[in-house]
């Protein structure tokens, strides 16, 4: 039971999720946002989910397909190294983010290119990859149309799958006005003639149209595209990228070069694995029964696509995550989203309030892996352990489970590391003295003693409106009743005496 | 049938009159209740919020204090499902043999209230008699950890004079989630405020759960409003009587 010391020593903790939260909560635009996003994605999961009368069946392949990946990893990851290199590719090894970035800016620069694609990718996010490239003066385009919209307002994603989720359309016509050219509007809205359009509407078409006549220019020029990779096919080297808009499919053909940065995690042994998870995949995320565009590509083939084909294989943490027994389920996630659109706090306080690439239940669990317990001690706790994401999760993630586990860590690590810390945090004094309480029967009940004395100088009017400390939180919009005069054992001993005499007396 | 009455800390200390609902429901069904005093805590507050190390003695001590009863039935879908779910993972975790061999054999005797009405003795109708308008809050934890499914529904139907509405969105979490309610105050209030709004638009007089500590963190929030609603275990409802009212 240890997660306690983090792989990325270099850095710092991440602000607590109470912070994000806070902020979070005070927008309203932002809470009507997410909700309405949230549940409409619900509901279609819910739908497509419901045709399936094989659906827990497949969740368990699912589930047993990635158990066996991890236990077999090295396995699985020299094969895919092998059939990759057969095949045409070449294949490079991350150890952390600083490798990654420095593999795949050396490949650009080799090249020359003062401008790359980018296929949306959580892997590449999680590296910082495109602060990396730009410190080299290499501009990176993001074509996903959501990724674009947050590249252009200089944000970060707050979903993992819809990483503009927390913005709505007229944000979005506002953001496109400030910061595209003139003329590519112009080109975006000469394309909607029949709707005679003559200033930039917020109709999710019209915003498209333009977005479109953005990227296509840059398709067309770009000699490097990056991407990520939702599955890699260890017995052929194929990798595989699902996505909605095509925009994927136009960086995975047009380059000549292509740089695929993969998490070491997304190997898979075979094609048949990969029939379970496109079934799995996007009923869970998106709620369709199928995305629209799957690309798949096995190295290079002469005439045909890239013509370099480079796979950067990351740990980045990770080989630190399947050490643990308890933990390494966390690695399972094939990223659909199911349980933030499914979390009633993520719905409440969006993706950004995380401070990670991975937001949500399944973010919660991942990120203080991947950088160590001491790194994001606050995340484990953003749960009420409602368990609706455990329910949802197409690869059977029992992610309250981990969240347990991790708060135990997170304990363990104040206990353990900052003693002088944990002698005066008021949380670990009080539970230390309860479990002590607890561990007696003549001591609980001196608690209860204790307690009902104790709470007397807060109640007003028969109520307890206003506590102190800590508790403060709980008293905000929240009253408490008084702690009763009798508790149940005391009525439960005072009732067998009773009848105990009433026997007495009837014999 | 020998009951033996895992009451729970939280419901012994601040809300005994569950207790005594369960007992007399127990009674008028015609089994016998008993109530081992040695019982103290389950250990689900320490575990949950991370102090496993100091909830091990707790565990150990339910296990000892309850391994010879014929059943154990809590008024709690949250402390049973404490017991039931969490106490072979960490007899797991820990590493203990023994204690995960004596957890085996105890906890297909455990239960929470209306799963056991329902699915262990196979009634519905428990001749329990409330004539107000009430809507029913299924906890977290009876729906995803325990599954009670529809049984608190079944039983509150069958409740002569009732005039039960549904929720709506009532599988949604009240945002209580144990120390997150503290912890994570902000958030837990943004969910409960959704939560609120759902139960006053029922127009009931009285919501029920199954778990006092949702019910206390969703009545706090009623009794701050002024909303004039009350809320009441399932229990209460359950035991009353046209002679005696629980609630």
Known sequence: MSVERGFIQRVRPLPTFQSGARQALGNSQLRRNLYKATHTIRAKREQVVGEMPDWQELREAGRAIKERVMRHLDTYLLQLE????????????????????????????????????????????????????????????????????????????????????????????????????????????????????????DEPRALTA?????????????????????????????????????????????????????????????????????QLLPRSSTGERMNPYTTLWTGVSQGDGPQEFHLVLLDNGRTQVLADSVGRQALDCIRCSACLNICPVYERVGGHAYHSVYPGPIGAILTPQLLGIGKASSLPYASSLCGACYDVCPVKINIPEVLIYLRGSAVRYKQDHQNLRARVDPENVAMRLMARAFASRERYEQAQRLAQLGQLPFIHHGVINALPGPLAGWTTLRDLQPIPRQTFREWWRSREAQSQTSEETHS | MRVSLFITCFNDTLFPETGRAVVHLLERLGHTVDFPEEQTCCGQMHYNTGYQREALPLIRRFVQVFGSSEVVVAPSA????????????????????????????????????????????????????????????????????????????????AVRGIDFVELPDAEECCGFGGTFAVKNADTSLAMLGDKISSIKDTGAEVCVAGDNSCLMHIGGALHRERAGIRTAHIAEILASTEERSHV
């Open chain 2, 78 to 157: 949250s402390c049973a499902g404490m017991v039931r779910e969490i106490y072979p993972r960490a007899a797991e975790w820990f590493d203990d043999h023994q204690l995960a061999a004596e957890v085996a054999a105890l906890t297909p005797r455990v239960y929470e209230l209306t799963e056991f009405l329902v699915h262990r003795l196979g009634l519905e109708d428990v001749g329990a008699y409330y004539p107000h308008r009430v809507t029913y809050h299924p906890t977290c934890h009876s729906l995803r950890f325990l599954r009670v499914g529809d049984a608190p529904l079944r039983l509150l139907r």
């Open chain 1, 210 to 278: 333009v977005a479109r006549v953005h990227l296509r220019r840059k398709f067309l020029s770009a000699q490097v595209a990056i991407s990520g990779a939702n599955f890699a096919v260890a017995e052929t080297g194929t990798l595989c990228v699902v996505e909605s808009e095509g925009n994927g499919r136009m960086c995975l053909t047009l380059p000549p070069v292509l740089i695929s940065v993969v998490g070491i995690e997304k190997v898979i042994p075979t094609w048949q694995d990969l029939e379970v998870f496109l």
């Open chain 1, 82 to 201: 092998a059939t990759v290199q057969q095949a045409g590719g070449h294949v490079h090894w991350a150890r952390d983010a600083g490798e990654a970035n420095a593999i795949v800016t050396q490949i650009v620069a080799e090249h020359g290119a003062r401008e790359v694609i980018k296929v949306k990718s959580l892997t590449t996010d999680e590296i910082k990859l495109n602060a990396a490239l730009a410190a080299r003066g290499i501009e990176v385009f993001e074509t996903d149309l959501a990724e674009l919209i947050i590249q252009l307002a200089h944000e970060t994603s707050s979903h993992i799958l819809v990483p503009a989720i927390h913005k709505n359309r007229a944000e979005i016509r506002e953001l496109f006005l400030n910061s595209m050219p003139a003329s590519e509007i112009a080109a975006g809205e000469h394309q909607l003639l029949s709707t005679q359009v003559n200033e930039l509407s």
